[in-house]
């Protein structure tokens, strides 16, 4: 082996995880079982477990992800069970997700006319799926984040939007999913607008304890806005009003030890794409090092040639780390 391949062996490989469970092997377990052999007794005993928020809405969210793709086991559940309302509402959450899949991840200008028709006709499945899983438990967290999503979807107005956030925040008022769903229905892309999504993170921002990972939601913002000014973008990272935003999110996200909440990967992996676009390579290193090398997909599929842009975000990162380490030895 020459020496630059010796070299090239010893640096840390970055790699992508697509998997909604993340390091949930359990959830990823069950969900397999079920997609293999049909079987919805074990998804039904994991979702009916006591869980904080976070997990739970992963788990729901991993099992209706699979059942959006393949729902006969779901379909079984619902002929088993057809009142049980963990069943009811993963049906309107799958309903929900299957939607977006007839849609397809394209802006609305690109997106075929058909893809369209099959999204809006999914939707009112979803619609009401919804009705039927939130008279079934009004206290279920993700049967609101389901219904927020239709509100997305169907393009509802304000007020009836405002009506569902207010259902979820009476049960589950810091629920992160919920929050995610929110921003989107207030962002310039749907329902809303810059203004408005940067109100709303930036008080659920400032709001939220120290360690929370309801602090990233400023971030989460800064994204979006990103996204629709794709042409400031290279430009927008670097205003010193965003450094500042992102430095202090890192540390009150950092503040309260290691993360290990259920989308603490998430959550790395998002704040490590932002801290490399604004060339905030140190603390991005510390994120990638934290994550064992590992990012979810989330926000870096939307760069072209994501898996391209990742390595080199991960390379540069990582060779100022040992630069620094070089420089100081």
Known sequence: MSLLDRLLSRRPQVTTVTDLAMDDAELAAVRDLADAGGDWRPVARLLRQELDADRRGTQFN????????????????????????????????????RAWLARGGRFARYTPAEAFRQFHRILG???????????A?????????????????????????????????ACAPHDRLGHNAALQYLCAKWQGSHEQMYAFARDVTDSAPAGSPLVVQIIQAHIEYALVENEQAATFWKRSDVRDDLAAVLRRWQSEGPHTHALALHDRSLLAFALCEAGMWEQAADLFESADHRVYEYPWYYKAYSQRHL????????????????RTA
């Open 125 to 135: 499945e979803a619609e009401q799926a919804s009705a039927r899983a939130l008279a």
């Open 137 to 169: 438990d009004p206290d279920e967290p993700v049967a609101w984040v389901a219904a927020l999503w239709l509100a997305v979807g169907q393009q509802e107005g304000l007020t009836e939007f405002t009506r569902r956030w207010d259902g979820l925040r």
């Open 311 to 326: 390595a080199e975000a991960h390379g540069r990162a990582m060779r100022h780390r040992r630069g620094r380490a070089d």
């Open 62 to 97: 991993t099992f209706a992800a699979a059942a959006a793709a393949d729902g006969r086991w779901l379909d079984k559940w619902l002929a088993d069970e057809p009142d049980a309302p963990e069943a009811l509402t993963l049906q309107s959450w799958t309903l929900v997700q």
